[in-house]
């Protein structure tokens, strides 16, 4: 474990760790204010992502943005990262044996952030941090309190695009983040 952001990040810029390495362009590792006490975990990179090495930066990130314009949330302010760093091919799914590999870096960005709420964006996130036993349908928009962090699950922005009203309750469990986050400071 790294005690600081740089040097993990350092630590994982040749990252081979699964197959996942071979055909990345660059690692996407996570961006935005590391004293941040809220922090967004997704998925892996899409293709965007992966040629630009920044999270949330294609078609979903742009709703993602969307919704923190309305918020007033500043994406510096807060922290983003991923299960996966790597873009998985095709914008499959992350295998269990390339989130194996790469959790622990997210666990290690977790450690040093300390983030006093978590926003789980999807299943996958959803699934990895709190357990395969949840579903995305019944636990959103719900705080799920463990080990002393607050988590909030919600919508992939991905769904976004699909599904209007997914929007609207994506707006809505972010505004519990915010009112949250006011009440803990
Ligand atoms: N989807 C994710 O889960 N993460 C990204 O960074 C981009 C799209």
Redesign the pocket.
């Known amino acids: 474990m790294y005690e600081n952001m740089e040097e993990l990040q350092n630590a994982i810029t040749n990252c081979r760790g699964c197959k996942l390495g071979k055909s990345r362009t660059n690692i996407?590792f996570g961006t935005g204010n590391i004293n941040s006490k809220i922090m967004f975990i997704?998925?892996?990179?899409?293709a965007d992502?992966d040629l630009q090495g920044i999270?949330?930066?294609?078609k979903?990130?742009k709703l993602m943005d969307n919704a923190f314009d309305i918020l007033e949330i500043n994406r510096e302010e807060v922290y983003?990262a991923?299960i996966v760093k790597c873009r998985p091919p095709n914008n499959r799914d992350p295998q269990e044996d390339e989130i194996t590999a790469c959790i622990n870096y997210l666990r290690n960005q977790v450690m040093i952030i300390k983030p006093k709420i978590i926003v789980l964006?999807?299943r996958?996130a959803l699934q990895n941090i709190l357990g395969k036993e949840y579903r995305i349908t019944e636990s959103r928009g719900k705080w799920i309190e463990k080990k002393g962090i607050l988590y909030m699950p919600t919508w992939?922005?991905?769904a976004l695009l699909r599904d209007e009203t997914k929007k609207i309750d994506f707006i809505n469990d972010l505004k519990q983040v915010l009112n949250k986050n006011n009440e803990l400071i």
Do not use: T
């Open positions: 996407v997704g998925e892996g990179p899409g992502e999270p949330f930066v294609g979903a990130g983003i991923n964006l999807g996958i992939h922005p991905a």
